[in-house]
């Protein structure tokens, strides 16, 4: 039998783990505090897109993000206390972080959900500086901007209004109304629930039933799917803004699987030469 058992002191890089992490995650409350303001465009009088009543989110940004942090967490909990169960304790790697052994239980959970974290914050900040950079109109723009200039005193419908000012003093609101492409909705929730899946496949033991892990991987993605289409159905999003949402979170969710893919081999290699399936460490991390 080969030996996976190896040491490895990752003191250094969960430094820069954690710096690059913040660095990712500064610009996100920056967007939401006001430090930036969308650009500002303008709209055809006959455009009947953004002429939609406003309406409340079916699925709220609080359930959003909270929902989407903790299916992803949770994925990755269940996956390490799948795996401990399997896994010989003399057949795990030795960790060291400043010269103190860390049980690699702890080494396998941050590296899963350090890596989980750095990608939704990629993927938010990428949305909000699309969305920002461009400032497409909602379909609820009309209703909620309230712009002063009346259209129905011009002869050509078709005019370009550049001029104008909207009326309602919410201007979080206002900012929000031009804020639609990319939706952030989409590109959030089909990134944590794509990880998710992605993840269950790669590390989920499940020798008892081979349905299961398959059933729990479509709920998920029905999940994202629901969030991404009640978009529309809230008239907050084009079809388009859907699509491109659904594109950068489903980019940036399998980018985060092929950063450490040369770790894949020797794992791999690892289970051909032992005969089994089941890997000594999570299938990601073969050295953390």
Not at 185 to 210: E, G, N
Request: net charge negative; with cysteine; aromatic share 14%.
């Amino acid at each position: 039998m080969i030996s996976s058992i190896a040491e490895e002191n990752f003191s250094t890089r969960i430094i820069i783990d954690v710096v690059l992490l913040i660095i990712a995650a500064i610009p996100i409350p920056l967007f939401y505090t006001g430090v930036f303001t969308p650009y500002r465009r303008g709209f055809f009088c006959d455009d009947e897109t953004i002429q939609y009543p406003y309406r409340d989110s079916t699925v709220t940004d609080f359930a959003l993000y909270v929902g989407g942090l903790t299916i992803g967490i949770l994925a990755i909990f269940i996956c390490e206390f799948v795996r401990k169960l399997f896994v010989k304790k003399e057949d795990e790697n030795v960790f060291y972080f400043f010269d103190r052994e860390m049980p690699p239980s702890v080494v396998y959970l941050y590296s899963s959900i350090s890596l989980f974290l750095f990608g939704a914050c990629i993927v938010e900040t990428g949305t909000d500086f699309i969305k920002y950079t461009l400032g497409r109109l909602r379909p609820n723009f009309i209703d909620v901007c309230k712009p002063d200039f009346d259209c129905s005193l011009l002869l050509n419908p078709h005019t370009f209004v550049q001029n104008y000012t909207c009326t309602n003093p919410d201007t979080y609101s206002v900012d929000d109304s031009r804020l639609s492409f990319p939706s952030g909705h989409s590109s959030f929730a089909i990134y944590a629930i794509l990880f998710s899946v992605i993840y269950l496949q790669r590390c989920l033991i499940c020798p008892h039933s081979k349905f299961l892990r398959p059933a729990v991987q479509f709920i998920l993605m029905l999940i994202g799917a629901y969030t991404a289409v009640s978009r529309i159905g809230d008239n907050k999003h084009h079809w388009s803004d859907i699509v491109g949402g659904l594109t950068l979170g489903t980019i940036t969710a399998v980018s985060m699987f092929c950063i450490p893919q040369k770790n894949l081999a020797r794992v791999d290699e690892v289970k051909k030469k032992e005969g089994t399936k089941i890997s000594t460490n999570l299938e990601l991390y073969g050295s953390v």
